[in-house]
């Protein structure tokens, strides 16, 4: 069971620093608590004593009488260590911290911190912020915050205080409400994933919303813990999240304002996804979002239908199927056929369906095409756009006649399993026959690309439960079972020689010991061992510099390629020898690898970094000049498994490269994948290895090989 | 002048099929003329007869007394000629035809249109529509349609009247009105340029909105006028413009809504751009674009600063600033000074400028840190961001001190020649510090991204002017004063040889007569002259079939690179013919190319082909993979002059490669934009040429050399 039953289904509560003066959190969140109908009981404490809002209050915890679930921490940072200890002391299982003035001012903050985190650790208490504005919990009745909550389908989970307010407004002007809502602050113990992991088992949440700022991590494992927490919660319900610093200079803004060491907004955005998190923009995206979330049924695909009554409408709302990555497909011809015989001849209906002027002489026609859109087998989902709500303007007749309609299609949606989202531009003006169908089922919005959008993000939904469902499925590629032993050993000597980087042959028996297929390689130590080592493997062959401290190979003239007779590798050794000490005087040269010349392929590259939020990573991406003047890589965070690489190798733009670009042949995808797969498991059981650059990989149409590798252990 | 002074200026308007039955649009359009308080003579004719509003009515337009400027048609097609030869017969000067039932239902209805337009030019009278919804005129209070509008800065041209509903809507919402409004319906004769022409001259227009699904164009000339009217215009008034049809799908669903025929999405594009107009993508975001526009100072550049009271407000804002276009750098120094002699200490001041809290205590900070901000040279506008207008909720002290600090805002604002944009989460409410601001020169806006897009839009004008300002100025690549008689000659040629397509030795002389840069080059019609001819050249060189009949010449296996003797040069010319006669035997074969082989480069394509809506284009890509994988082309209509052909080389997501990619030398990219200004002028010249292709050009560090070339006739 989740450590936060308490904090959201606590039988009694503690407000300490409860107040009477109406300047003060204290006199707010006693409001709220009580005005809200906690069902539970409420305890005041207060050093001032007397009676506030008509309850007693008490002077410590200690003097509250029998047991309190959750304590609400609302005093000056001076006081708040012996009160975290009487809390401890008095059994509290959560604790949520409103002040202000922990971390967020500075490093003595930070040590306050540390203290009251040793506090709640030993005492098994978990806390919520410093630096919050407390939490809220529709199935307890419980507002322990200062805003003005009501209950209803959505979670969310906050960063930041001003966004709560902010989101709150629009929820309220949507009749949106709250299952559980929180402000995380300072992060202190309670993080994301806590929560995350809490709603979960919340049968009332129906969507998840998170406004993220970044992630407080004390080990690369708290970052990876909330994709893990993620990816379970959204299995069971949609998650969306806001998450700021997404350009350079917000990233620079989003350090300053939160204190913390960002990762790479690349690498977040990958973890979101990866996650299972729908990524959004804004705090509008975010509640558009859960409007549908919580009013429609699933989307099983990306073919909408447009139904209009404009053509100019059902063209925009046709552009933006494509920018939210839906399909608006030509209608098979049996659904054209149903829909000529209820629309005049002038009404396209190849998609959209456009009744071009019909509703006026008959307004049905809105709902029976509707009908014939939502019983096609080859749409997922209808968009509805144009005018719709506006009629009523014209007549008493017509008032009536749009409301029985709306009533009918309401009835049809619902009979349906299909989602439908709908655009008005009479919205704003609230007419009564919108009001009803929001009211039904269908989330009714103003403009055309937030209803086109909306619908792009429940279809998303269908796509990461498919992920999430294959990837947890574990498919993994073949890697030997003593590859972590053999590994410690390699890494363990290169340790023991003072090392922290592979030289070249280190590197390639470490990939080896995973079950990547690297070709013989022979490490000459003389011009004769060189010339022998090339008669064993004959053809053509490359020579390469072994040294620890030569790492830019090419640039010290320590690499020979076409090497094609004893003599010339006799003589190559020497050269590669010779540039290399004249590269660096004092390097120390193991010799020269010998290796058969590959044959090339697309140059790719597959390589792994670490993280400051998320730790090891692992990136493909096309070689040479895409991934320098392009940057056209994919990144997961480590380890995953083959459903998820598969999808990291097709994400990159220039895909067309490797799919047998200029007449060539595909190349072998699922080997790509398979590497990528090996490398994050590399990186994810190997803590030691930080980065590794297999660069370049030469992919081909079956197999690949892999030209070079380097190995960067842990300084 | 423009022939539209008497649609927007009339001194007297008559309205045919003025009707006293309210469910007519003659009904309607009478009562807006009328109850708008036209400043000039109205007069009704109806066949009906009788008084309507008070006013007689005319059996025909020749019964009605005195001059008639302009005519209002709102009578069935069938009786539309006779009608249209009376009015020419009264002297009208511009007719709108509100009817429906022309070309948007057939080709009878086409056909009907061909009468109508064949009247109006004889009679040198200028239609709108048919089909369209009317005209609105603020300088003389004319409002010659069924829509409620009212004056204003904002002069809109639409090709859909539910679109005008729409944008009227929340226009009326934002107290936004017009100056002048129309709808151009099928675009008989009227077209898009003729408004935006028109708007030129109108002083009262602060910015021109315009709605388009296409331009109806007869020829090529009407695509390219659009674009000269619009850089006319664009030079005084900014344009903003939605174009539909943006997707494939779109692009499809347009066509069959306009039924015209679409050219391509990715030109029009660049229509637009090279126009000087802006394009959005939604009703919104348009009306944000005309608020700002009326509302603001100009802004001079992209570096703005972000003040907020939230730092997550500021950071989205600061993300967005870089989405939209817009620089949010770190700010000056001696800023950063005046503002901690403002702020406490833990308020970041890098920008965005977080006020962090501190305006409960002191809500001056928002005045004194906006007055530090537009003092700033190296500030350009200022976005601020967050929970302004929201104070007031606190007490009733705050909300007076919320109005007094905004109106010093707003005087600061006033006296700056700087623009400011402001968010606010409480912007839905209207709190009344919030309606003064947006009264007194500061759009204010619900949303994060809203504000900063506009800030974005706002800004992009000042580079639209200077590059308007520098196109107009006329400098081009240099070209050869008698270029088009002799490549006439060729042409002629070409033609009387009944060909359509050049070989390559004549295309590289037009290229030529261009003053293009073309290495010699020898038609050898023997082994012989081949040899005799690579003997002139010596060094290295490369040998190509020409024959009219073998397109591809590679496939064809005409193409021998290398030779590099007379021998050589001699067996190259058997091989080449050899394998031409196998490809196609009954190919025509004018001989054998010789040139030099030049030296390679950075591969490139310069291109150009014709778009049905703008004619002639030029085209910019980098060649080989990146054209075919990652389709990174610019483009522009012919004819473009030096600066716009800079910037569309500027323009690929490749740039880096011309750069100095991989330490290579930057290349010579002067060269590649004087190619493209030729080519440009080349198709603009000379109309017979329909398609060009250089490909590859090699781009180098000093010029560049065209290494294929293809022109295609017009057949």
Known sequence: MSDLVPLFQPKSVALIGASSNSKKYGYWTAKSLIENGFEGDIHLVSRTGGEIFGHPTYPDILSVPGDVDMAIIAIAPNHILPVMEQCVEKGVKCAIVVSTGFGETGPEGKELERKMLEIARKGNMRVQGPNCMGTYSAVKSMNASIIDLAPGPMSLVLQSGNFGIDINFNAKSRNLGYSCWATIGNQLDMRFHDFVEYIEADDDTKVLLLYMEGLRVESEEDGRKFIKAAQKTAARVPIAAIKIGRSAAGARAAASHTGSLAGSEKVFDAALRQAGVIRVDTPRQLLDAAEAFSKCKPAKGKRIAILTDGGGHGVMATDFAERFNLGAPVLSEATQDKLKEILMPHCPIKNPVDLAGTPEADMWVFDRCLDVLLKDPDVDGVVIVGLYGGYADLSEEFRILEMDVAKSMVERIAASDKPVVMHSIYQPQQPECLKYISEHGVPVFGEVDAAVRTMGVLASYADIKKSLREEADGELADMPHDRRERV???????????????????????????GLNIDEDYLATSADEAAAFYKRIGGKAVMKIVSPDILHKTDAGGVALNIDSEAKAREAYEQLVKNGRRYKSEADIFGVMVTR???????????????????????????????????????????????????????????????????????????????????????????????????????????????????????
């Open 488 to 514: 410690g050993a390699i890494i363990q000597a290169v340790r023991a020689s003072g090392r922290t980087n592979l030289v070249e042959t280190e590197a390639r028996n470490v990939l080896r010991c995973y």
């Open 597 to 715: 010349m590959l044959p090339g392929g697309v140059e790719c590259i597959i390589g792994s970094s670490h993280d400051n939020t998320f730790g090891p990573t692992v990136m493909f991406g096309l070689g040479g000049i895409f991934v320098e003047i392009l940057k056209d890589v994919s990144f997961r965070v480590a380890p995953v498994n083959m459903p998820e690489c598969r999808k990291m190798i097709r994400e990159i733009k220039g895909l067309g490269m490797l799919q047998g670009a200029r007449g060539s042949k595909p190349c072998d995808l699922e080997a790509l994948a398979e590497t990528a797969c090996i490398i994050s498991h590399l990186v994810d059981e190997m803590k030691d290895v930080v980065e590794v650059d297999l660069n370049p990989v030469f992919a081909r149409e079956k197999g690949l090989s892999i030209a070079d590798a380097r190995i960067i252990l842990r300084s």
